[in-house]
């Protein structure tokens, strides 16, 4: 599963990454306001903008790569 993954992350970020996990089926309205069509979906945002989004899993150094670039 990607939720392991992203919590590893959010550790080594400390304060600077905050990992929020929402279920799709107890809130499609947030699904569906996010444009989430697939699962696993990662949105990043910053200050409320969403700055990239990846669909799919992918390993740890994959997702750190991502972070990366922003």
Request: glycine share 8%; proline share 4%; net charge negative.
């Amino acid at each position: 599963m990607i939720a392991p993954k992203l919590e590893s992350l959010a550790n080594k970020h400390g304060d600077a990454l905050k990992v929020i996990k929402i279920d799709t089926d107890e809130a499609p309205e947030a699904a569906q306001e996010h444009g989430i069509t697939a699962l696993p979906t990662v949105v990043l945002f910053k200050d409320g903008k969403e700055l990239g989004r990846f669909m799919g899993v992918r390993n740890e150094a994959q997702m750190q790569q991502f972070l990366d670039e922003y």
